[in-house]
């Protein structure tokens, strides 16, 4: 399998300034273990210099221990340059999200010394897509999410070289406008874009998955986990970048201080494992959500 947004697992919170060597490798080799044959170590909105260093710690474990690369395909940034508004920006702290500014995204690629395939922005914050347009051009998928885009906006974004929408039916208020809303105008664009879910259960309901799957169809699904350190790990209290999660006996995840969700406590063999409860019957193509289309998004065999 192929998991394209974890921001830590098995108690390891790839966020974590003290992330050491040994704890990622750990954390590596259980994820290789649960049939992850691939992934993306996500990076999550904090201040420029702080995601710099996280970003350039992830890079220098690939470089120390060649047996990550087979494992390691690159890195995903999710965020800075995500919606302000509330619900839609999530866990990601108020204080450090930013408008997409050109210099500051070569920055964070520079940071990442090639490694970086994959940054989720919010294409309403990206003044004539600049930022997009030029992060197509560095061979880096660009994703949509944590965002209120316009039709309009998706649309000319879509052009500049957006691929995909980040966790569908997540990263948005809990109330939305019956027609005009970032859910539909998706929907809408579905033929032209790579759409990830995160098939827990929690984050979208079993029915609703299902119907996402048959709306867009197999070949521009991707399922994640955008596990966090809760993943594989007993209920309690964890942390991503710092902050304090709340785990329940249900796999819920929610801020210590809200009730929006902060990632996911499943692992991508768990949603593979329940996949029955929200694919649709006699389903063929169960590898292209799990492996095939993001490998074929980002040109890895």
């Not at 204080?95 to 994959?118: C, E, N, P, T, Y």
């Not at 691929?163 to 929907?187: D, M, P, Q, W, Y």
Request: net charge negative; with cysteine.
């Amino acid at each position: 399998m192929f998991d394209i947004q974890v921001n830590g697992a098995f108690g390891v919170d790839f966020n974590d300034d003290a992330l050491t060597l040994d704890a990622f490798q750990f954390a590596c080799a259980k994820l290789r273990a649960t049939g992850v044959s691939l992934f993306f170590p996500t990076i999550i909105t904090a201040p420029v210099e702080t995601m710099g260093a996280r970003i350039g710690k992830i890079v220098s474990f690939i470089e120390q221990d060649s047996a990550l690369v087979s494992l390691v395909a690159g890195l995903h940034i999710e965020g800075p340059f995500i919606s302000r508004l509330s619900g839609y920006r999530g866990t990601h702290p108020e204080h450090a999200i930013l408008d997409a500014q050109l210099d500051v995204a070569k920055r964070l690629i520079d940071f990442g010394r090639g490694h970086v395939r994959m940054l989720t922005l919010a294409p309403e914050t990206d003044h004539q897509f600049k930022t997009t347009e030029y992060l197509a051009n560095q061979n880096v998928v660009v994703f949509g999410g944590h965002s209120d885009a316009t039709f309009d906006c998706l649309n000319q974004a879509i052009d500049h070289g957006l691929k995909g929408f980040t966790h569908l039916g997540n990263g948005c208020a809990l109330e939305v406008h019956r027609h005009e809303n970032i859910i539909s105008r998706v929907l809408a664009l579905r033929k032209k874009l790579f759409v990830s879910l995160i098939a827990d259960g929690i984050h979208l309901p079993y029915w609703l998955l299902r119907s996402f799957v048959e709306i867009i169809g197999s070949e521009n699904v991707i399922i994640t986990s955008d596990s966090m350190s809760a993943a594989g790990m007993p209920p309690g209290e964890y942390q991503i970048s710092g902050q304090p999660i709340i785990v329940d006996e249900h796999r819920r995840t929610r801020h210590r201080d809200h009730n929006y969700l902060a990632g996911s406590a499943s692992t991508l063999q768990e949603m593979r494992h329940h996949s029955n409860r929200w694919l649709p019957p006699n389903f063929e193509h169960i590898d292209r959500l799990f492996k095939q289309n993001a490998t074929a998004l980002f040109g890895i065999s």
